[in-house]
């Protein structure tokens, strides 16, 4: 898998962007960038994930550079709620590397009133 | 739809007893469900590989004679902490691929179980 590089912590206004950069620079044409997170003593949440397109959801907007070797995950309008560990997992999903996500340490996302 | 339940939420237990967790997936069918733990202010660390039908696959330094895990249906997922003790204590958390997938995007979509806390005196 390749390997991921984020912020350790960020913080974030409350209704303002929060912008999480992911650095995937060894990153191959057939590896997935998905985002999850995890709000404090839950299970992860899937938000989204993309190839080389962008993407955008109900959730949030995944912006990946033209060489891939970087992306960002956009929450147009954060909310108190959004609080939580944010990990970026670089993976291709087949029977050979099976299923399982590999977690790194994430961006730990604070937003503030 | 999607949900993964996990039972119980927390438990607390004596050194040297067993305790069972559940892993149940509620609306869909998981012909693999993964088994991770995690431990306070660490990320999840990928325990096992679980197959229904099948025996379940350890990642390196997991005793799997300690870690014991039953797939037996495509909904249920059970991991037996034998004679726990204190370093045990741990954040244990389940995820099911959904195969076939609940959505056309969600081919490799894994749902995620709530946790369970298991702390041992």
């Known amino acids: 898998d390749a390997k991921t590089t984020q912020p350790p912590s960020m913080d974030c206004a409350e209704g303002r962007a929060a912008n999480l950069p992911c650095n995937h620079s060894t990153i191959s044409g057939n590896e997935y960038v998905y985002w999850y997170r995890q709000i404090h003593s839950q299970g992860p949440q899937y938000i989204i994930h993309?190839?080389?397109n962008n993407e955008t959801n109900e959730m949030a907007s995944l912006i990946i550079t033209e060489d891939r070797k970087s992306s960002t995950l956009i929450l147009p309008h954060a909310t108190l709620r959004d609080t939580a560990v944010y990990y970026c997992?670089?993976?291709?999903?087949?029977?050979?590397?099976?299923?399982?996500?590999?977690f790194g340490k994430g961006t730990s996302l604070l937003v503030t009133p | 739809g999607a949900v993964v339940s996990q039972h119980p939420s927390w438990v607390i237990c004596k050194s040297g007893t067993s305790v069972k967790i559940e892993c149940r997936s509620l609306?869909?069918?998981?012909?693999?469900m993964f088994w991770y733990r995690q431990f306070p202010k660490q990320s999840l660390m990928l325990m096992a590989t679980s197959n229904e039908g099948s025996k379940a696959t350890y990642e390196q330094g997991v005793e799997k004679d300690k870690f014991l895990i039953n797939h037996a249906s495509l909904t249920l997922s059970t991991l037996t902490v034998t004679s726990a003790h204190p370093e045990d204590s741990s954040f244990y958390i389940c995820?099911?691929?959904?195969?076939?997938?609940?959505?056309?995007?969600?081919?490799?979509?894994?749902?995620f179980g709530p946790g369970t806390r298991l702390t041992v005196l």
């Open positions: 997992i670089v993976r291709v999903f087949n029977s050979n590397s099976g299923y399982a996500l590999n």
């Open positions: 993309g190839l080389k």
């Open positions: 995820s099911a691929r959904a195969h076939p997938p609940t959505s056309p995007s969600s081919y490799n979509e894994q749902f």
């Open positions: 609306d869909f069918q998981a012909t693999t």
